[in-house]
């Protein structure tokens, strides 16, 4: 089977899609790797790495499409990439069909097998495979960093001959990978954690990193579909956690925001009013604004300052500590791989395998799903 890694072309990307590790390990199991010259250069992996590890370097991405059997990416391909890839080759990569219709729509006139790496299962069977678990765990860390960076106090109480320094107290807004990781940190800066979910199950994973919780009483099929996921809630509700919230940002140094619904715009949890009540100096880093923004006042890819208090909307955070974010994204895609090659190499899908259900949302001109 021959697997081709092109050099991304998303703006501000410095992911790829191998690492030299995992071309080794490729070529152990009889692949052949073609990786484009200078796809890992923005992690600091060069050609001659992979080529140590066996893999063949193309000289462009054209080469790269006239080879390749399976294309591997880190970002959903571009019009550009389309019209040069092969039909009946297959794709492998993140596409959020929801939100890219005309993408699948081109995909599928070119019968190009795709393979959607943002729709696997959370089953125990997927996780060493989830590309979504392991860039938000990095974006959760980073999220910290940044607030860190932007907050004009220290997070550690600190006790010097001139007085002792309070520590901050960090708000962590959603419970999941990236939440989780951002209370692990904060903690370990010394930071005060509450954490604030509409899972029940999530009190106790954020106890358990020594935060404190503040929830909802919403019963657990209510707050979360069957794939663990958080659920799209009614208007009221969400009012009505506008409101517990606001009464504990107001005191807040840092508030972290992670809520996501899969296929859906992320729910609106702090308004500008809340905002202009919070505590001059604070610091908003909202990780949902691609899909909308938990922040009223949040503004995608930007850093801004409205009414004293610093909203962070960068996007695509693992792709600003490109290293290990290529590691675990490489080691997620190599596991993938190697789960489905029988698969790939027969063109023949067991649609009853849930990892093979929830990914495969094309094959050979037939769309099996949208999102």
Sequence with gaps: MKIGILKELTPGESRVAAVPETVEKM????MEVYIESGAGQYAYFSDSDY??????????AQSVFDQAEVIVKVNPPMESEINFIKANTTLIAPIFPVKNSNL???????KITTFALDLLPRIARAQSMDILSSMSNLAGYKSIILAATHLGKIFPMMMTAAGTIQPAKIIVIGVGV???????????LGGVVIAF????????QAKSLGADFVSLETSHEQAQDTGGYAKELSAEFYAEEQNIIRQYIKAADVIITTALIPSKRAPLLITEAMVKEMKPGSVIVDLSTEHGGNCELSETGKIVIKYDITIIGLTNLPS???VHASQLYAKNIFNFLIYIAPQLTNKQFDLSDDIVKNCLIMSQG??????
Aim: overall charge positive; proline content about 6%.
């Design 51 to 60: 080529e140590k590890a066996g893999a063949k370097i193309a000289a462009n």
């Design 197 to 204: 979910d509409t899972r029940p199950p999530a009190g106790e």
């Design 366 to 371: 037939e769309i099996l799903r949208k999102g």
């Design 27 to 30: 070529v152990k199991t009889d």
């Design 320 to 322: 600003s500590m490109p």
């Design 104 to 110: 699948v729509t081109k995909l599928n006139a070119k």
């Design 178 to 188: 990236a939440g989780l990781q951002a209370i692990a940190t904060a903690k370990r």
